[in-house]
């Protein structure tokens, strides 16, 4: 008997999943726990994985449709029950035949299997491929049977044409190629929604302030050099830059505790732990997992912590819970090169801060002009519950920590 596949529980108050990418097709053979399908919810992408070996025998929801919690959207038929497509179910989408005319895209009328043309085409992928004023010929179908579904024609429209050939004028030789006025349409994921919406939020409904800082990195860039090879041989991870950030902030935040506050009418509510958010760019988007009580963690545990978070956002591997909470937030800009920037908070967080590159300026320092690694900083809060004195004082403390990290042992 057939099992359905049916879509999990993938966060509280999260009822409409996107279907993502099937890494399993009809008539595939699955061991347990192997993963079937992407899951994109506006909060996390998550695999479903096989409950029992077996082979898959139906897909009924397709790449890039809409489902809710529960859903069934495919069949899979355990090891040694013979191979049947169930009888209960949503029946396949008819076929719709898509065919260019003229210069104009034409959607035929909707035909029965017996007269199946040679490219057999879901009705939302027909609306994608006629927007784009392209065809279906020589899209190759992921869908059931090999129907191209409406993710198999967004990937097609966003291929760029190959140039048509150059005419030859009698008068002039060949004509210049005419530069690309070509559109690609490629779906917005849940999770990147999710994201423009938070942005907004946080723009709309905080008073939100920017200032600024820069710092000497002389003097971690050169612990760093003296012990990252004992670092990597003991801990089995690289001594980076974030952790000296993660404990300078959480200095910081101690010394300031309105950055780590929440504006919650009538209340602010304040915190006496430090949940620290780490912005790292994943495979839907930037996320942004949080390091729960940082204030507990040694440099190894924060190093080892960031290295695993980069790698599992990576593969889209996060957990939910792992992405929930926070009591502030850091983002390196710097790894990409950004030399200024303004951050935007993660609502309902008071505070961000914001690391940029590390480039050598000329500073003066007792008087001389020397040369050193400088990096800006950034902090954006809430004005509604953090003034400037505290914003300045806030940063202030980062530099100093960080110019002279000794105050880290000693919590001064």
Partial sequence: MAIELRVPEVGESVTEVMIGTWKKREGDAVAIDDAIVEIESDKATVELPAPIGGTITKVVKASGEKAVVGEVIGYLEPVGAP???????????????????????????????????????????????????????????????????????????????????????????????????????????????????????????????????????????????????????????????????????????????????????????????????????????????????????????????????????????????ELQGGTFTISNGGVYGSMLSTPIINPPQSGILGLHAIQDRPVAVAGQVVIRPMMFLALTYDHRLVDGREAVTFLKRIKDTIEDPSRLMLEV
């Fill in 83 to 321: 191979a049947a497509h169930p009888a209960a179910g949503p029946t396949p989408p008819p076929f719709v035949d898509v065919r260019r005319t003229e210069g104009r895209t034409v959607i035929g009328s909707v035909q029965s299997p017996a007269a199946q043309p040679a490219v057999r085409v879901m009705p939302a992928a027909a609306r994608v491929l006629a927007e784009a004023g392209a065809t279906a010929a020589g899209v190759a179908g992921s869908g059931p049977g090999g129907r191209v579904t409406k993710q198999d024609a967004v990937q097609a429209v966003a291929k760029p044409a190959p140039p048509p050939p150059a005419e030859v004028c009698p008068a002039a030789g060949p004509l210049a190629a005419a530069g690309s006025r070509e559109e690609r349409f490629q779906l917005i994921s849940p999770i990147r929604r999710r994201i423009a919406d938070r942005l907004v939020e946080a723009q709309q409904q905080a008073a939100l302030l920017t200032t600024f800082n820069e710092v000497d990195m002389s003097a971690v860039m050169e612990l760093r050099k003296k012990f990252k090879d004992l670092f990597q041989e003991r801990y089995g991870a690289k001594l980076g830059f974030m952790s000296f950030f993660v404990r300078a902030s959480v200095e910081a935040l101690r010394a300031v505790p309105q950055v780590n506050a929440e504006y919650r009418d009538p209340h602010i509510v304040y915190r006496d732990y430090y949940d620290i958010g780490i912005a790292v760019g994943g495979g839907k988007g930037l996320v942004v997992p949080v390091l729960r009580n940082a204030e507990a963690m040694s440099f190894a545990q924060i190093e080892l912590a960031i290295g695993d978070f980069a790698r599992r956002a990576g593969d889209n591997k996060l957990k939910l819970e």
